[in-house]
């Protein structure tokens, strides 16, 4: 079983930048895939970005694309996400997920595991 925690969320304006930061427990983190998706007032939950065990592989969102970089760092059981020019389009609740399947995932079904999450306001 994994537990995670996210941090890092706040209200910034439009073009600023956030760092979040999720921290898991357990001591199989290097196991799993690690996501992070987000869920704005009325949406659906969709997905952000996604890590392999390694680090070695990642995907990302059309949307988020050449703005946000999803990194881990296996030794301290962190997986981040720096999130730069953000826009209010990026005002959401965002939620860190673990995967246990060998690919990098991008739908939510196939995450076992889930944060509380941390909210993200961007202001125009």
């Known amino acids: 079983q994994v537990q995670l925690v996210e941090s890092g969320g706040g209200l910034v304006q439009a073009g600023g930048s956030l760092r979040l930061s999720c921290a898991a427990s357990?001591?199989?983190?290097?196991?799993?895939?690690m996501g992070w998706f987000r869920q704005a007032p009325g949406k659906a939950r969709e997905f952000v970005a996604a890590?392999?065990?390694?680090?070695?592989?990642?995907r990302y969102a059309d949307s988020v694309k050449g703005r946000f970089t999803i990194s881990r760092d296996n030794a301290k059981n962190t997986v981040n996400l720096q999130m730069n020019s953000l826009d209010p389009e990026d005002t959401a609740t965002y939620y860190c997920?673990?995967?246990?399947?060998?690919?990098?995932?991008?739908?939510?079904?196939?995450?076992?595991?889930w944060g509380q999450g941390t909210q993200v306001s961007i202001s125009s």
């Open positions: 357990g001591r199989t983190f290097s196991r799993y895939v």
């Open positions: 890590i392999s065990w390694s680090g070695g592989t990642t």
């Open positions: 997920a673990a995967a246990s399947t060998g690919l990098v995932v991008t739908a939510s079904s196939n995450y076992a595991y």
